[in-house]
């Protein structure tokens, strides 16, 4: 037996779009493809604008770029996420200052926030870790009370939700912040052909420079819609939108999302039937989803009681073909931020680094191997229990 962590799925439409694309004679960004993409966010989410990118990275470094950062302005974010989440807004200038985990799941720890706010503090970055929400009511009325942006990193949570109290009202993740940026990676629950993003505008004010940031600075969109009569050099910018080969591909998939979707929450719910039992037993945690939260399965993780047994667990999976992987290490201890860290600890992050697995989960994995995937964890887990009390080191 033989399973891979991830394996891209095709709806089988993407090589017939990209032929279209190519046919059109249209091959740079901004063309049918893109808009068609963008669109359907808009709609179907009720986003204000959407800009396809050519990565999540990118479309967060158009995020830190429209909040205008001055340096020594800090940001807020999470430690245990994904590099692009903190680099996107240290490129800019900004010092990146790092909040923990809850203790329940790996999101930013809203109860905490508040002690990481000072005068300079500009941003708070939210990041919606496996797809699943961080607490937003907290985090905007933190943010409101300080005057504050949010950006949300939904870079996995295509399709999830989270339930206001607030507002009374179910929201989608990246509509809730001022800004989002989502990923179309291959490893993510539908891709671009490998690369993609999308930048998420919901503050009105900000739609005119995210047209520009994306197409180098100039205003090229404004002359196209006939508003300017020439267009020029206006601003800051780069090159963020991806070939239409690359939204061509990701046509394809957004036409199936819905049946991706229920496939992938199958398969989720497979294995949470399967392993629930074992996590009674104390072998290991299960993800946690809050009240006010959805799950759109773009990830199983399970967290063991410590890094010997993760490490343990994960060498059995692979002696039996199972590739079951982890993530993230804790970004203030990395060898790049270290040194610039202001020292503070930050337990639940560390926690996560040292213990959380990511199982096999893509659309064209089978419930039947899903269920043998359990099966060899229920056998570790019956050997790594015995041998641990053995040596009266079971954690429970
Ligand atoms: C995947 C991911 C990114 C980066 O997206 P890319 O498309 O790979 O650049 C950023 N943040 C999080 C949380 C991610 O999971």
């Known amino acids: 037996m033989a399973i891979p962590f991830n394996k891209p799925h095709l709806t089988g439409k993407e090589a017939h779009y990209m032929y279209q694309a190519v046919y059109n004679g249209k091959l740079s960004g901004n063309g049918e493809f893109t808009k068609k993409c963008q669109q359907f966010f808009e709609s179907r989410y009720g ?7 050519t990565s999540g990275t990118d479309a967060l470094e158009m995020c ?4 205008d950062l001055k340096p020594g302005d800090e940001v807020i974010v999470p430690s245990y996420t994904f590099v692009s989440t903190a680099l996107a807004f240290l490129r800019e200038g900004a010092k990146v200052v790092f909040a923990d985990s809850m203790n329940r799941n790996p999101n930013l720890d809203a109860e905490t ?3 990481l706010i ?8 939210p990041v919606h870790y496996a797809g699943v929400a961080c607490d937003m009511d907290a985090i905007m009325s933190i943010a409101e009370k300080h005057n504050l942006l949010v950006v949300e990193d939904a870079a996995q949570a295509i399709d999830s939700y989270y339930t206001s109290n607030i507002k009374h009202r179910t929201l989608p993740l990246g509509g809730i912040g001022q800004l989002a940026a989502f990923s179309f990676h291959e490893t993510k629950n539908i891709t671009a052909g490998g690369e993609g993003g999308l930048l998420v505008v919901n503050d009105e004010r900000f739609i005119r420079r995210a047209e520009i940031i994306w197409e180098k600075g100039t205003n090229r969109a404004e002359f196209f819609r006939g508003e300017v009569n020439k267009y020029g050099w206006v601003d800051t910018g780069s090159s963020f939108l991806p070939a239409e080969i690359n939204a061509a ?14 496939k992938r929450k199958q398969l989720w719910n497979c294995y ?3 392993l629930k039992p074992l996590a009674e037993k104390g072998c290991f945690a299960m993800p946690d989803i809050p009240d006010y939260a959805t799950n759109n399965a773009h990830m199983f993780y399970l967290t063991l009681p410590s890094l010997e047994a993760r490490t343990a667990l994960i060498r059995h999976l692979k002696e039996n073909g199972i590739l079951a992987v982890f993530h993230y290490l804790s970004l203030h201890s990395s060898p790049f931020y270290h040194d610039k860290h202001d020292g503070r600890q930050l337990p639940n992050c560390d926690r996560y680094a040292d213990t959380l697995v990511r199982l096999p989960m893509y659309y064209d994995l089978s419930m039947d191997e899903v269920s043998a995937i359990c099966t060899f964890i229920g056998l570790f887990c019956q ?10 080191r079971f954690r429970n």
């Open 64 to 67: 830190a770029m429209l909040c």
């Open 47 to 53: 986003f204000k604008k959407c800009l396809l990118t």
């Open 272 to 274: 949470y039937e399967q």
């Open 113 to 115: 926030l508040e002690t």
């Open 249 to 262: 591909f990701l046509w394809a998939q957004l036409e199936n999302l819905d049946e991706i979707q229920n």
């Open 383 to 392: 050997m790594y229990v015995k041998k641990e009390d053995q040596i009266g």
């Open 118 to 125: 000072t005068p300079r503090t500009k941003v708070i970055v």
